[in-house]
């Protein structure tokens, strides 16, 4: 397990559930069992916010909840659209805009 992963609110959780462990005799994986599901309990659902002039669509990419942005290429009339996920690498052309 590397500890630089972690934030401060994470650490503060692993050493009170070590703690927990030293006094309630509790072994190393029903700490880690725990620490992962108050982890996981933290982890909140990112809905995409479209704004502005800027097209945007979620990414449909499978465990990705990023938002794509369409960059255009060429002159106007003849550009080119291709739709890029800023979270993951996942792109998309779309031909002629």
Known sequence: MNLDTFNTGQLQDIKVFLGL??????TVEQVLVAVDQQLQARIQPVEPRLHGPVPAKACPEKGCRGVMRLEKKGVAGQEEGVWHC?????SEYVGVV
Do not use: F, G, I, S
Request: glycine share 0%; hydrophobic share 25%.
């Open 21 to 26: 462990c030293r006094d309630e005799r509790l």
């Open 86 to 90: 800023l979270t993951c690498a996942y």
